[in-house]
């Protein structure tokens, strides 16, 4: 195994870090690097060479999008940085009247409605994945799951119009009042119940991370081994002890991606929480302050702008995009290094020969 | 612990004799009793959270979906499907114009996202190191860009420079691209992936190159999971409205020319829902019930290639 390494750090076909992690017994990964060396390198002919044009000509356009993207954007934006320097963050006043440009107010009422949205939608949604993989009988966790993987692509413009027509009413009228009339809790919701706001985000936005959220749960739940399973049955176990010892731990960074996954959506959802945020541009006192997140404020703000206004409202996308990235990249470093440890679960493709296997 | 508690005596057949194995046996028989009715007890209380954990998901979701029909059903007619919108306070009309941009608009950014997915996908199939890991990285963190950033982008990078005819259709397909290939890269590379190594071996041993291997044993082995991938990437493209709403202008008539600005299905939908009158509110209604089936179609359509292809290749 070790001397074929020099040859497939070389180029080839073939994964390239996970051929370390690999089992000693599957060495076709180093197989297929050796071969792919001796072969596909030493005869590159005229056919070969179109074939590699192709293939770096899609990576080339890929990246220059994404050069492109954070170039323009960023240069657009320039102006509005300059003029207004740190205070384009830390600042809370927004008045293009006066030239002031500070998303502070912006960049908070983001964080609250993605925060609350996850509150709301991360037991929900794991409890969810769980009854439906593992408690409730095939015959109607079956029917039930693809429903909800499907919901998954529901646009978020048509939930958006669902919480504008028929939410928002809704909670004017009963939820509103109802949760002010809870004692302790209904000094979180003070001031006038206009249905739109704050509160109404977070639950449009727990709503269209939901699916996502069960979904990718669910499956990751499913990854983890039979023999895992078993082997928590075998110690005496109930089937929630199963469940709570050897399939969450198990799944943990699955679920995680999931939470990951949903927070960037939430975070850079624009279009249906315009619809439902209300617009305010002043720091929130109460869940029932209308707001404007980051995403909002964009859709609110782009078409009346022009000239270092508009460099602003770009500004916005900026300190989103800084945002979204840094949620994705963390999420992937916290994910990382657990798909390293020794103790990783297998892989599917890895599990299925033992579950196969088993009756002989 | 219970057991210590037994008299302790160093004499075995004392310990042997059938009274004092009935007396271990009773206490570990209770223990184990008590632990087990404790934990099938934490076990239900935990499996009815799960259960109202599961009613209080549907609920809303159920709503959204029961809604969306129940309204846009009304709203719908054999007309709605073939005109234009109707002035406003003239009753009737469609939404031709928005089936059509959207019919347009998706099947060009299709039409530049596949391709590119393709390559990109084949890359970090065939290499290895750090290039690669790189793209991938970057491929996972632009998967999590915000539609609305693409769509101011694709305003900076087009309608800035050219003015006023940059707003067109083409401008939206561009920005659903962008949104679209980081999905279909990590699609495409999945299914790749599945191909048997086995497969690459032989191909290669028979001294084939790998512009032939990709092509007769990668897309061949692949396609089905590709497909699948690139269908789904085309129904998240369908339905999103952020790229469009700064791009693609809106029109009132039938547009077939991508270079002008064109009518989307999600564009009416924010356009009309926001109206306060209740015939644009039932158009906004109807139109949304339509986006739905469409992106419901295409992901139904996509499970069942997934499914059909997995079924068969046993």
Avoid at chain 2, 148 to 158: C, E, T
């Amino acid at each position: 195994m070790v001397h074929s390494v020099g040859i497939v750090t070389s180029g080839g076909p073939g994964a390239e870090s996970e051929a370390g992690t690999r089992p000693a017994g599957s060495t076709s990964f180093e197989r297929r690097g050796h071969v792919a060396a001796l072969i596909a390198h030493r005869h590159r002919r005229p056919g070969g060479r179109v074939y590699t044009a192709l293939r770096w000509g899609g990576v080339l356009i890929f990246v220059a999008v994404v050069v492109s993207l954070v170039v323009s954007l960023v240069w657009q934006a320039a102006p509005a940085f300059r003029h207004s320097g740190f205070s384009f963050i830390f600042s809370g006043t927004w008045d293009p009247d006066t030239e002031k440009f500070g998303a502070g107010v912006f960049i908070v009422d983001t964080l609250l409605t993605t925060g609350l949205g996850l509150l709301m939608a991360i037991p929900v949604g794991i409890a969810t994945a769980v009854a439906l993989s593992e408690f409730l009988p095939r015959r109607l966790a079956g029917p039930l799951s693809t429903a909800i993987d499907l919901l998954a692509a529901v646009p978020s413009i048509v939930v958006g119009l669902w919480a504008l027509l028929i939410l928002v009413p809704v909670f004017e009228r009963d939820v509103e009042p109802f949760l002010q009339k809870i004692p302790l809790v209904r000094h979180l919701f003070t001031g006038e119940d206009l249905g739109t706001g704050i509160l109404l985000a977070s639950v449009v936005l727990a709503v269209m991370m939901l699916p996502t959220m069960v979904a990718l749960t669910r499956v990751a739940l499913r990854g983890v081994s039979v023999a895992d399973r078993e082997a928590a049955l075998a110690l005496g176990g109930t089937q929630w002890q199963v469940v709570r010892r050897a399939v969450i731990p198990g799944a943990r960074s699955g679920i995680e991606a999931a939470i990951t996954l949903a927070m960037g959506r939430a975070l850079g959802e624009a279009i249906a929480v315009s619809l439902v945020i209300g617009g305010g541009v002043s720091l929130p006192h109460s869940l029932l302050d209308t707001g404007t997140t980051l995403g909002s404020a964009v859709v609110n703000f782009f078409s009346e702008s022009s000239g270092i206004q508009r460099s602003a409202v770009i500004g916005l996308v900026v300190v989103l995009l800084a945002f979204t990235a840094v949620a994705n990249i963390g999420g992937q470093l916290l994910i990382r290094p657990r798909r390293s440890r020794g103790y990783e679960r297998a892989e599917p493709e890895e599990v299925a020969p033992t579950g196969e296997g088993a009756p002989a | 612990m219970t057991l210590t508690s037994e008299p302790s005596t160093h004499d075995p057949s004392e310990l042997l004799s059938p009274a004092s194995v009935e007396r271990r046996r009773d206490v570990v028989r209770q223990a184990s009793r008590s632990s087990l009715r404790r934990r099938r007890l934490l076990g239900n209380a935990t499996r009815a959270v799960c259960y109202v954990a599961l009613c209080i998901a549907l609920v809303p979701l159920a709503a959204l979906v029961g809604y969306t029909v129940d309204r846009g059903v009304q709203g719908l007619s054999w007309g709605f499907f073939t005109q234009v919108p109707a002035p406003y306070g003239v009753p009737g009309g469609g939404i031709a114009n928005a089936i059509v941009g959207t019919l347009i608009i998706v099947g060009l950014a299709a039409v530049m996202a596949i391709p590119v997915g393709l390559a990109v996908a084949l890359f970090l199939v065939e290499r290895r190191g750090r290039v690669a890991a790189a793209i991938r990285f970057v491929a996972d963190v632009m998967s999590g860009i915000p539609s609305i950033a693409i769509g101011i982008y694709a305003y900076a990078l087009i309608v800035v420079p050219l003015g006023p005819s940059g707003y067109a259709g083409i401008t939206g397909s561009f920005a659903l691209a962008v949104l679209m290939v980081p999905i279909i890269v990590r699609a495409d590379e999945v299914a790749m992936r599945a191909v048997p190594d086995d497969l690459w071996d032989a191909a290669l041993a028979l001294g084939a190159r790998r512009s032939r291997v990709a092509r007769s044993v990668v897309l061949r082995n692949a396609l089905p999971g590709i497909v699948t991938g690139n269908l789904l990437g085309v129904a998240r493209a369908v339905g999103e409205t952020a790229p469009l709403l700064f791009t693609i202008f809106g029109s009132q008539f039938l547009e077939t020319n991508p270079f002008k600005p064109m009518q989307a299905m999600p564009l009416t939908i924010y356009t009309d829902g926001t109206q306060a009158d209740a015939h644009l509110q039932s158009v906004a209604w109807a139109t949304a019930l339509v986006l739905l089936v469409f992106v419901l179609v295409l992901s139904i359509g996509a499970r069942t290639i997934a499914s059909y292809a997995t079924r068969h290749a046993r």
